[in-house]
T-cell receptor, first 117, second 113 residues
Framework: DTEVTQTPKHLVMGMTNKKSLKCEQH?????MYWYKQKAKKPPELMFV???????INESVPSRFSPECPNSSLLNLHLHALQPEDSALYLC????????????????FGPGTRLTVL | QKEVEQDPGPLSVPEGAIVSLNCTYS??????FMWYRQYSRKGPELLMY????GNKEDGRFTAQVDKSSKYISLFIRDSQPSDSATYLC?????????????FGKGTKLSVIP
């Protein structure tokens, strides 16, 4: 199984709502990532989890709250978002860790398209 | 100056044409060079990667890296309508456990039947 799955595929939420994005992989990868991608822009790294611990937080506003409950799951909790947060949110995973190949291929999920009204 | 520069296109070619996509970069620490293909409303998928300088071929796709010029290319031979997508270059330094990928903006390619 070389697939990263993401749910939901589409999400529309108001600025006062609380919602969560979910990501799952069963490749035994120990690094998981959240990216944000605006239209016609490259993916921007938001968070990296390594061995279920937050490794990188790219100065993301606190209205985005990541969670890694186990090695296969990654959540992104959303609260009080702004319309400018509308984007495609991509999850990725890679083998991770010091024993992985240095270049450590990242496998991307299909993304959740988020619209904030 | 941005770390990775990539012409966003759009690029439109007839079916069967040879396509050349390229990126330039400024960070000499980059050692791994990747090309991702992203179809509309989908996540990126890795096409090819190369380490340091040189060429790599996979079917109709050839990736080239010229570290002296800080320039990478992706060539697509006998292009097909199914190749229509956005192509993103991405780069990474050599640190083990280093997760950061630096992406180009992506080039949107349309192959016309």
């Amino acid at each position: 199984d070389t697939e990263v799955t993401q749910t939901p595929k589409h999400l529309v939420m108001g600025m006062t709502n609380k919602k969560s994005l979910k990501c799952e992989q069963h490749m035994g990868h120990r690094a998981m990532y959240w990216y944000k991608q605006k239209a016609k822009k490259p993916p921007e790294l938001m968070f990296v989890y390594s061995y279920e611990k937050l490794s990188i937080n790219e100065s993301v506003p606190s209205r985005f709250s990541p969670e890694c409950p186990n090695s296969s799951l990654l959540n992104l909790h959303l609260h009080a978002l702004q319309p400018e947060d509308s984007a495609l949110y991509l999850c990725a995973s890679s083998q991770g860790g010091r024993r992985s190949a240095p270049w450590d291929e990242q496998f991307f999920g299909p993304g959740t398209r988020l619209t904030v009204l | 100056q941005k770390e990775v520069e990539q012409d966003p296109g759009p690029l439109s070619v007839p079916e069967g044409a040879i396509v050349s996509l390229n990126c330039t970069y400024s960070n000499s620490a980059f050692q791994y060079f990747m090309w991702y293909r992203q179809y509309s409303r989908k996540g990126p998928e890795l096409l090819m990667y190369t380490y340091s300088s040189g060429n790599k071929e996979d079917g109709r796709f050839t990736a080239q890296v010229d570290k002296s010029s800080k320039y990478i290319s992706l060539f697509i031979r006998d292009s097909q309508p199914s190749d229509s997508a956005t192509y993103l270059c991405a780069m990474k330094d050599s640190g083990a456990g280093s997760y950061q990928l630096t992406f180009g903006k992506g080039t949107k390619l349309s192959v016309i039947p």
